[in-house]
């Protein structure tokens, strides 16, 4: 099959291309400048240059590539995010995920591309229940101010996915090579400095996503006629409370401090005092049974300890 990355040199991306080459397929790999495309040849793709807020440019990659397959994967999120400005963050994201599609995508349908596959969330769900969420549960009816437009994006994202009968892939929160996670990543670097603390006894319940089994679920999803949204997470929703001290722990860091919500605020603002109180696991059975897709690292324990124990931050 002939695909095309949109998003090729990213967290996931840098997964994805290699495995599809391994898989037989002809990769081509969409970069906004000639450093990204030389980037994109590294991995072994073909690259293309044109930028996917660019919808001319866009359009004429994909007519004269004439793909099988179209996969979004593009995101444009800082090394560090500050949750007091996610809006602002999150800016060129949300883009890519509204402008960026529609691009993406209208030029596919014109195109007669037969399977297209985007990546979503799948941790926007509702807070408003308890237990890990399938994806019949609505997203966050009333978000924090700030995750408001980030939503709104992936809403958009979705909509525009199901129209041209594709896949949303819901990511839970992602880790691996070069996130946020990641041995050198921005998160990790602040456990390791004793910054993260357990905010009102750390309730939020997160779902974890290595990027290498969201690469897998691309490529078991290229050849399914499964279409709208699958969740494609780790099968052991954790809470903070339990996944911050381990993590610690693993990085021979300081214990998380404990602090209240009202004085984290001030630190965080509303979106981060939620994200580490209120946030909803998700369910991946469906991507299971859908996909025939299972994650190589069914547990963050055991992802944080293959990322984390065996692997230095760079100097």
């Given at each position: 099959m002939?695909v095309?990355v949109?998003?090729a040199?990213?967290?996931v991306?840098?997964?994805?291309v290699?495995?599809l080459?391994t898989?037989?397929?002809?990769?081509i790999?969409?970069?906004?400048?000639?450093?990204r495309?030389?980037?994109?040849e590294?991995l072994g793709?073909e690259?293309?240059?044109?930028?996917?807020l660019?919808?001319d440019?866009?359009s004429?990659?994909v007519?004269?590539?004439?793909p099988?397959?179209?996969?979004h994967?593009?995101t444009a999120?800082p090394?560090?995010i500050?949750?007091r400005h996610?809006?602002r963050?999150?800016?060129?994201t949300n883009?890519l995920?509204t402008?960026g599609t529609?691009?993406?995508?209208?030029?596919?349908d014109?195109?007669?591309?037969?399977?297209?596959?985007?990546?979503?969330?799948a941790?926007a769900?509702d807070?408003?229940?308890e237990?890990?969420?399938?994806?019949?549960?609505p997203f966050?009816?009333?978000?924090?101010?700030?995750?408001a437009?980030?939503l709104?994006?992936?809403?958009e994202?979705e909509?525009?996915?199901r129209e041209?009968?594709g896949?949303?892939?819901?990511?839970?929160?992602?880790y691996?090579p070069?996130s946020?996670?990641?041995?050198?990543g921005s998160?990790t670097?602040?456990?390791?400095?004793?910054?993260?603390p357990?905010?009102?006894?750390?309730t939020?319940?997160?779902?974890?996503t290595?990027?290498?089994?969201?690469a897998t679920?691309v490529?078991?999803?290229?050849?399914?006629n499964?279409t709208?949204?699958l969740?494609i997470?780790?099968?052991?929703?954790a809470?903070?409370?339990e996944?911050l001290?381990a993590?610690a722990?693993m990085?021979?860091?300081p214990?998380?401090?404990?602090?209240?919500?009202?004085?984290?605020?001030l630190?965080?603002?509303?979106w981060?005092?939620?994200?580490m109180?209120?946030?909803?696991?998700?369910d991946?059975?469906?991507a299971?049974?859908?996909?025939?897709?299972?994650?190589?690292?069914?547990?963050?324990?055991?992802?944080?300890?293959?990322?984390l124990r065996?692997?230095?931050p760079?100097a």
């Amino acid at each position: 099959m002939r695909v095309l990355v949109a998003g090729a040199t990213g967290v996931v991306g840098r997964q994805l291309v290699p495995m599809l080459k391994t898989f037989g397929h002809d990769v081509i790999g969409l970069a906004r400048s000639r450093d990204r495309a030389a980037a994109v040849e590294r991995l072994g793709a073909e690259p293309v240059v044109a930028d996917a807020l660019d919808r001319d440019a866009v359009s004429r990659a994909v007519r004269n590539l004439a793909p099988d397959a179209v996969v979004h994967m593009l995101t444009a999120i800082p090394a560090q995010i500050d949750p007091r400005h996610l809006a602002r963050d999150f800016a060129l994201t949300n883009r890519l995920r509204t402008e960026g599609t529609r691009n993406l995508l209208d030029a596919a349908d014109r195109a007669g591309v037969r399977r297209v596959i985007t990546q979503g969330l799948a941790y926007a769900y509702d807070p408003s229940d308890e237990g890990p969420a399938n994806e019949d549960v609505p997203f966050w009816r009333n978000p924090p101010r700030q995750f408001a437009p980030v939503l709104d994006a992936l809403c958009e994202l979705e909509r525009r996915t199901r129209e041209s009968n594709g896949l949303v892939l819901r990511l839970g929160h992602l880790y691996g090579p070069k996130s946020i996670y990641a041995a050198d990543g921005s998160f990790t670097r602040q456990v390791r400095a004793g910054k993260v603390p357990l905010v009102a006894g750390g309730t939020a319940t997160f779902s974890f996503t290595h990027a290498y089994d969201a690469a897998t679920a691309v490529v078991a999803a290229l050849d399914k006629n499964t279409t709208g949204a699958l969740n494609i997470v780790d099968d052991e929703p954790a809470r903070m409370s339990e996944w911050l001290p381990a993590m610690a722990a693993m990085l021979d860091a300081p214990a998380p401090k404990s602090a209240p919500a009202v004085l984290a605020r001030l630190a965080v603002g509303g979106w981060g005092v939620a994200f580490m109180t209120r946030l909803r696991g998700a369910d991946n059975a469906r991507a299971r049974l859908s996909l025939d897709w299972r994650p190589r690292y069914v547990s963050w324990q055991q992802g944080f300890a293959e990322e984390l124990r065996h692997h230095t931050p760079a100097a």
